[in-house]
RNA sequence: UGUCCCGUGGUGUAAUGGUAACACAGCAGAUUUUGAUUCUGCUUUUCAAGGUUCGAAUCCUUGCGGGACAACCA
């Protein structure tokens, strides 16, 4: 037998060697998001390789807030991202938030300052952005760098007793103006802030920065391998930095490149502008590139983590194709969703020669696509039928398969039917077709012998069930939204909504549930939507069906 | 005009000094009671130049290209 070996990405290389090794017995890792957003696309990535490698290398993974600005998060964010990475189908060890922390981050700050590493600064931003210089450029020492380690320690008690105002102070790591990185030149590491924490309330007035709370937390929680994004490179030496100038457990941060993909914003910032603005319906449109948004629109967790794993882990620069996640919907949902059929855009049948008043129900598979046999459900069939507008040609071009007059159709699980006479209104238009039936060719008892290339789908007018159906096109138009230096809103697509207020259904769909997943035959995949009444339902097109006419 | 990270088909990802491969996309064709699914085939690849080596996508050097870095954001 072939074992399949499947190849490592940098990290799990970095961690198998680190477990040969014997540095680790086993790993930690941790999903970090700062609960002032909804979690999107990129993060599915990132949530699917933290918990993917602890799955793998039998660790735990815990879920923190990286809450440490109490004036951009709130508690509505920690919920929903929470929603999401159960949805996702993961499970947290742990649920932690770095606020947890403010008492013992403190105790490191207090013990940075006591020996000589830190210190309180009386500049301006404005000052602090003048001392930084710039990166070619070596920055300068500020005038108070010289403070006794007493006076810090009264100082910054008095920061965190409120007796200086937003912004009058913070506190700074001294490590070099000159530093060759940026970030080592004596970063801000505490800062006054009079804001009402989510979770710590007014307890706190003064607010550790990621750089003094992301690596530490790690430490406390002595996660092994704390995975995140490019831009965080240039930070990793200041991480170090700490853990070694506190002397706590050394967790070690790798960076892997972020998710980007075509015709898709990923900046949490620019999507909540999105919402604030309407120009979207919310955080769970399902147009957004939101995991909320998605799985309104009925994307699965199952596509998402093939997706992941399909997109890989490296470290450069990427743009995946919008179609590969596509195909991942497609692959999965083919194999779930049950067939139904739903007349679009209708165009009246009448079958002449079928008797007036009769009604017959006509099986049909649910999915012949399942791993398992989904079954059939009825579908009625009687006199007067609607078909897509779409299925008719007067004048059919030449490789057209459909109906057209004098030719014959195979209604799906129905009866193949020929077409007889066209019924036009004053102005031209087709209005509807007599058509006449085979009564020998019913699905799956076909004594007919007649062959027919088309197969469409049909409802029975009488039975058919209006509702409405929302296709979804790509919310920006272009290609690349990283690479664009104007306003993202030019970009938008004009046309990613389409609303279909009233199209015809088969009875079965009045059935449908939130959270079921349907394909309407020839149409493509549909979800229920949480929108809907019992007096209207509502449909979202999660994907169109591939289309190789 | 500094430091760091990164360069493999159109897009991603593998090949860990020994035949450049897999997926998506694209293009053909077969099958099909969904123009879906399934199946078959095809197109298209190592940034450049030197060097090391019997042998380089891989190691070295120098270029070139892309990205990141100067918030009391994370």
Redesign the pocket.
């Known amino acids: 037998m072939m074992t399949e070996e499947k ?4 990290i799990e ?1 970095i961690i198998e060697a680190d477990l040969k090794a014997g540095k680790h017995k086993t790993i930690a890792t941790r999903f ?1 998001p ?1 609960p ?1 957003g909804y979690l999107h696309i990129g993060h599915a990535k990132s949530i699917c390789l933290n918990f993917g490698l602890a799955q793998k290398y039998g660790g735990k993974t815990n879920l923190r807030f ?1 809450d ?2 109490p ?2 998060e709130e508690t509505e964010y920690v919920e929903n991202i929470k929603a999401d990475v159960k949805w996702l189908g993961f499970e947290w060890a742990e649920e932690l938030y ?1 606020s947890d922390y403010f008492p013992q981050l403190y105790a490191f700050a207090v013990k940075l300052i006591n020996k000589g590493f830190a210190y309180v600064d009386d ?3 404005e000052e ?2 003048k001392q ?1 210089g ?3 450029v070596p920055g300068t020492n500020s005038k108070y760098r010289s403070r006794s380690i007493e006076e810090n320690l009264k100082l910054f008690t008095e920061m965190k007793e409120g007796k200086h105002p ?5 506190l700074r790591a001294k490590i070099d103006m000159g530093h ?4 080592m030149r004596d970063p ?1 590491i505490y ?3 009079h804001a009402h924490h989510h979770r710590t309330g007014d307890t706190w007035c003064v ?5 003094f ?2 690596g530490q937390s790690d430490a406390i929680e002595q996660i092994t391998h704390s995975v995140c994004t ?6 990793r030496e200041l991480y170090d930095w700490f853990i070694e100038k506190l002397e706590i457990y050394p967790s070690k941060q790798y ?1 892997f ?1 972020r998710l ?1 993909m ?1 015709y898709t914003m990923m900046s949490k910032r620019k999507l909540m502008q999105l919402v604030n603005e309407n120009l979207v319906s919310g955080w769970d449109d399902p147009r957004m590139p939101t995991l909320s948004g998605a799985r309104r629109r009925g994307y699965t967790p199952e596509a998402f983590r093939e997706f992941c794993e ?12 919008l ?2 996640l ?2 991942c919907v ?2 999965h949902l ?1 194999k779930i969703a049950y ?1 139904r059929m739903v007349v679009f855009d209708p165009l009246k049948v009448v079958i002449t020669n079928y008797e007036e008043g009769k009604l017959e129900m006509m099986p049909s598979e649910n ?3 399942a791993a398992e046999n989904a079954g059939v459900r009825e579908m009625p069939f009687s006199r007067e039928l609607f078909i897509e507008k779409d299925d008719f040609m007067e004048v059919p071009p030449k ?4 109906l057209s007059p004098g030719g014959m159709v ?1 209604l ?3 009866f193949i039917i020929k077409c007889g006479e066209v019924i036009k209104d004053a102005n031209g238009n087709v209005t509807e077709l007599r058509c006449t039936y085979i009564s020998e ?6 004594t007919s012998g007649v062959q027919v290339k ?4 049909w409802v029975s007018a009488a039975h058919a069930v209006p509702v409405e159906v929302r296709q979804y096109e790509k919310l920006f138009v272009t290609e690349d939204m ?2 664009i230096e104007d306003d993202f809103k030019n970009h938008l697509n004009p046309h990613s909504l389409h609303v279909l207020p009233k199209v015809y259904a088969e009875p079965a769909l009045l059935n449908a549930k939130v959270g079921e997943h349907f ?1 309407f ?2 149409m493509g995949y549909f979800c229920l939507d949480p929108d809907s009444t019992r007096e209207k339902l509502v449909f979202n097109r999660t994907v169109t ?5």
């Open positions: 190849s490592l990405n940098f290389e970090p700062e002032n990286d440490t600005n004036v951009t770095a500049s301006t931003s602090m952005a930084k710039a990166p070619t937003d912004g009058s102070k913070v060759v990185n940026m970030l801000v800062r006054v802030k607010y550790p920065m990621y750089d709370a992301h490019l831009e965080f490179v240039p930070h960076e490149a980007n075509t399909k997109i890989g882990v490296a470290k450069r620069d990427n743009l995946i194709d179609s590969l596509e195909f497609r692959e083919n067939r999915n012949t696509e490789k057209y398969f459909r195979r799906k699980s129905g060719s019913r699905s799956g008892h076909d088309g197969v469409i789908h990283n690479a394909q035959l020839r069906l591939r289309d190789s006419k």
